[in-house]
């Protein structure tokens, strides 16, 4: 069987259970990818017994045509109603994504009450000096080619589009420049987690991230073994393991 074969573009959610039933975790994927990226990471904090959305955003799991015709407001609409159905039947909810799942996580910490965040090489900058430009651009370049695939693991395919449109690529670099003047506003402790080696997301995006929070909020913990697309890399389980620990000490501080 091909990797294709089993790759699911299908939203996840589990309604939690245990000691932990009443804490959510609402997941967002990345830019052209799907919930295929995270679906382990959401199982592993569904067995934990919490209480899990990660909806499939707008535009993606179809075509690169179709992600081409909507808005970053789109994505985050679709992401914050998965937080608003946690919050109605959960005493927390904790915001976490990947890539540019991370920067709608750190979106919704800003502008809802979140017990936390939790992100993975989260996007905030393009490193691309022709970001600015993408909206003059995509009158005349459609596409450009696909950026997924950043997995250092043998075998490893995150479903991502094979091409990349350029009017998303304008949006995303709107969602970002957004972003990063609500990060003052977040309160909730952030944990991040950084690949060594990312070919997708620079170094300007951390420093985005650092310079944004509040001090005290931030912590990071490093991947030595994985590149962007880390919650389907060689640290994975790591990252499910870490996501739970933290999750655990933020309840612990609320008295749970």
């Known amino acids: 069987m091909s990797s294709e074969a089993i790759i699911s573009h299908e939203p996840f959610f589990s309604d939690g259970h245990g000691p932990r039933g009443r804490v959510g ?81 750190l979106r919704l910490a800003a502008l809802k009450p979140v017990a936390g965040t939790v992100v993975v090489n989260p996007g905030l900058v393009i490193d691309d000096w022709r970001a600015p430009l993408a909206g003059v651009l995509k009158h005349v370049l459609k596409s450009t080619p696909a950026i997924g695939n950043d997995i250092l693991k043998p075998g490893g395919d995150e479903g991502a ?6 009017a998303s690529a304008h949006e995303l670099y709107k969602l970002f420049a ?17 690949s060594r080696t990312d070919h997708i997301v ?38 499910f393991a870490g996501s739970v620990s933290f999750i655990d000490a933020l309840e612990a501080g609320r008295g749970r």
């Open 25 to 105: 975790v609402v997941l967002a994927h990345g830019f052209t990818g799907s919930p295929h990226a995270l679906r382990d990471w959401a199982a592993h904090l569904a067995d934990a017994g919490f209480a899990v959305r990660m909806p499939l955003l707008p535009g993606h799991g179809t075509s690169w045509e179709d992600l081409a015709t909507r808005h970053w407001q789109d994505w985050y609409r679709a992401y914050e109603a998965a937080y608003q159905e946690l919050a109605q039947g959960c005493d927390a909810v904790v915001s976490a994504g990947l890539s540019m799942g991370g920067c709608l996580a």
């Open 161 to 166: 589009y094979d091409r990349t449109p350029t």
């Open 178 to 194: 957004n972003t990063r003047e609500l990060l003052p506003r977040i309160g909730a402790p952030v944990h991040l987690f950084r």
């Open 202 to 239: 620079g170094d300007s995006s951390v420093r985005a991230l650092q310079a944004g929070l509040r001090d005290g909020l931030l912590e990071t913990q490093w991947l030595e073994n994985s590149y962007h697309v880390a919650t389907l890399d060689n640290d994975a389980p790591g990252i």
